[in-house]
């Protein structure tokens, strides 16, 4: 109220203010009912008529900022693995249209996280065993809001698998070598490599230095494709820049 009239438009104020006087606005806020909604909102566009490459990307975009505005610790998470997976895909020479899907999986990839309880994602600690087991949920979670929607046939794989591991130890599906598509493949080395560069109120970056070093410990053990972890290599500052939106500062390593 304090800021009506000045920094804020008195009617869209009075509207708010209208609109949530209901304990059912509030509730419909509450994870479980987000979700839902955003299916039968995407179902509802997917079903009437197709929707451009413009509109999903608008919708991605709208759903990636619910899914980290869920979590302090995610915020903008989605929006730097969306472009890292986008650039990589051009980097391994994947068509535009391929290119283009890879960024909305990157912005999807963490939907399932909607249906993660906020004390989990929220914990400022290490998470103990039954929590780590409900925060891998969240892929499955994933893939199961996403492939209910036409529009998101081959994103729904690619998202979903974004933990997946070349030696078959990832989860949830436990798919391993050829069964992981090199779009999914992507997705995961966007997703590690922007959750290790990203400032975290738990922790800080971990460099750039620290990023290639997971990196490459990830493609010894076997988790990551290593053709692709060498382009990241050969692309390096590149990669930190999509990923981050900071220009790479060269360090000892780099």
Request: net charge negative; hydrophobic share 45%.
């Amino acid at each position: 109220m304090a800021l009506s009239g000045s920094f804020f438009d008195p009617a869209l104020v009075k509207a708010f203010l209208e609109t949530s006087a209901s304990e059912a606005f509030w509730l419909t806020l509450e994870s479980h009912h987000l979700e839902r909604q955003i299916h039968e909102t995407v179902l509802h566009f997917a079903d009437t008529r197709e929707l451009t490459s413009a509109e999903l990307m608008q919708l991605a975009k709208i759903f990636a900022r619910i899914v980290d505005d869920k979590s302090r610790f995610t915020a903008e998470h989605s929006i730097g693995v969306s472009r890292l997976s986008r650039l990589l895909g051009q980097l391994s020479g994947l068509p535009d249209k391929d290119c283009e899907l890879l960024e909305i999986a990157g912005l999807l990839h963490d939907i399932g996280k909607l249906r993660v309880p906020d004390e989990v994602l929220d914990k400022p600690g290490p998470l103990n065993e039954a929590e780590f087991a409900v925060i891998e949920r969240h892929t499955f979670e994933t893939w199961q809001i996403l492939r209910r929607v036409r529009a998101f046939d081959h994103v729904a794989e690619w998202a979903s698998f974004h933990h997946e591991s070349i030696c078959g130890n990832g989860y949830p599906f436990h798919r391993h070598d050829s069964e992981i598509p090199i779009q999914a493949r992507i997705v995961a080395v966007a997703d590690i490599f922007q959750a290790m560069a990203q400032d975290r109120p738990y922790r800080p970056t971990a460099g750039p230095d620290g990023v290639r070093a997971v990196l490459a410990r990830m493609t010894a053990s076997g988790h990551l494709d290593s053709t692709l972890i060498a382009s990241v290599e050969a692309n390096f500052a590149a990669c930190w820049e999509a990923a981050t939106g900071k220009e790479c500062i060269k360090t000892t390593g780099y």
